[in-house]
């Protein structure tokens, strides 16, 4: 699709007087579709807006939640669906040094820095340079030296992508140009495979493929440490219901889990398998990153999104494939730093079925 900047222009007998143009890009909302598949993302934040896939029966529903509107991702503290970067997650005390230099950074969240800070990739309008309906759709945003505290330019290139009529992937790439500087990008989507409507995520019944997480201090700063789950409320090893130790854990589920690595090579870890015995919708994910945050959305409180539907507290679960948080304050974390010249690369799966 083309992308003409709006201007208006005052014509007076013929004469074109002036013309005004609208300095920032335009906000609009792209679909990809294949059969029953379709998958709708803004360029504002690259947010996926929906994702819309049958039950067992054939039945179709949107399974992201999110807003009614585009204004409505525009003051949002969810990050629905959003992009988030230059480093998703938290970062402790909101600095970090780097070659003997301290940068400091925005401190949104309970003095540490999240998502990228204030204005961060999820709150930026991507350029779209390329929308196939039935296959992809490309977005780019250039990050200036210093942009939300963060050394050095960035370009990055993330495609949307159809495979075949129930697989979404996410390809994810970023060019430091100047100076090395921390990228770690994550695509923050919501899910409840009822539906986003349908109420909360605790039946879903899911199985991670992570023996280890990185705990967390009482402000989601990871203490450094990769301790193993088995035996815990984390251990999702062998399936079961997210909920079904909350007893244990009545916040819910919000830590990074160190992926083991499985399958045929080093590129394409599994991730998790999710399913609603319910709809029988079921998701699974891979990708070649070496974390996966899992958050029951637990600081959703009477958020109103689509439809005016009223998302409570764990109405939806995400799976946020990264590097691990904070990391630039931790030498024994695989390391996000990116030099001149380098790319950061991520690239992960989604694969629905009904069973
Ligand atoms: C997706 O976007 C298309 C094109 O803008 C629109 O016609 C369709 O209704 C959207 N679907 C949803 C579920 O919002
Ligand atoms: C933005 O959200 C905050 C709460 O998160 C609210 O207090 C504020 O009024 C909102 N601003 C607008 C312009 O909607």
């Not at 009477?302 to 109405?315: E, L, P, Q, S, W």
Request: some cysteine.
């Amino acid at each position: 699709m083309a992308k003409a900047p709006s201007c208006l222009s005052l014509f007076i007998l013929g004469f074109a007087l002036f013309t005004v143009c609208k300095a920032s890009e335009e906000i609009g909302i792209y679909e990809l579709q294949t059969g029953y598949f379709s998958v709708n993302i803004t360029n504002y934040g690259a947010t996926v807006l929906s994702v819309i896939v049958p039950d067992r029966n054939g039945k179709l529903d949107d399974i992201v939640l999110g807003f009614g509107s585009i204004d409505g991702y525009k003051n949002d503290s969810t990050y629905f669906g959003a992009l988030v970067g230059r480093v998703a997650n938290r970062i402790g005390g909101a600095q970090f040094t780097l070659k003997g230099k301290v940068y400091k950074l925005p401190a949104n969240d309970h003095g540490n820095t999240l998502h990228g800070g204030y204005k961060g990739f999820s709150d930026v309008i991507w350029t779209v340079k390329e929308h196939v309906k039935d296959s992809h759709l490309t977005l780019t945003y250039d990050s200036h030296d210093g942009e939300q505290g963060f050394p050095g330019e960035v370009s990055v290139t993330v495609t949307y992508l159809l495979i075949g009529e129930n697989k979404f992937g996410i390809k994810m790439e970023a060019k430091s140009l100047t100076k090395p500087t921390p990228i770690n990008l994550a695509s923050h989507t919501y899910w409840n495979l009822g539906g986003h409507n349908s109420g909360n995520i605790l039946s879903h019944i899911i199985q991670l493929q992570a023996s280890r997480i990185t705990p967390v201090d009482d402000k989601l700063i990871p203490t450094g440490e990769i301790s193993p789950v088995r035996g815990t409320a984390y251990d999702f090893l062998e399936p079961r219901t997210i909920g079904s130790k909350f007893n244990e854990l009545p916040e819910g589920y919000d830590i990074n889990y160190v992926l083991d690595r499985t399958g045929s090579g080093i590129h394409f870890t599994k991730v998790a398998s999710v399913w609603d015995e319910k709809s029988g919708r079921k998701l699974e994910m891979r990708t070649d990153q070496p974390g996966v945050q899992f958050y029951t959305s637990n600081m959703l409180k009477d958020t109103v999104g689509k439809g005016g539907f009223v998302y409570k507290k764990c109405a939806g679960f995400c799976l946020e494939t990264q590097g691990f948080p904070d990391s630039v304050n931790h030498r024994n974390f695989p390391s996000q730093i990116v030099n001149p010249g380098q790319s950061y690369r991520h690239v992960m799966v989604y694969r629905f079925t009904a069973i």
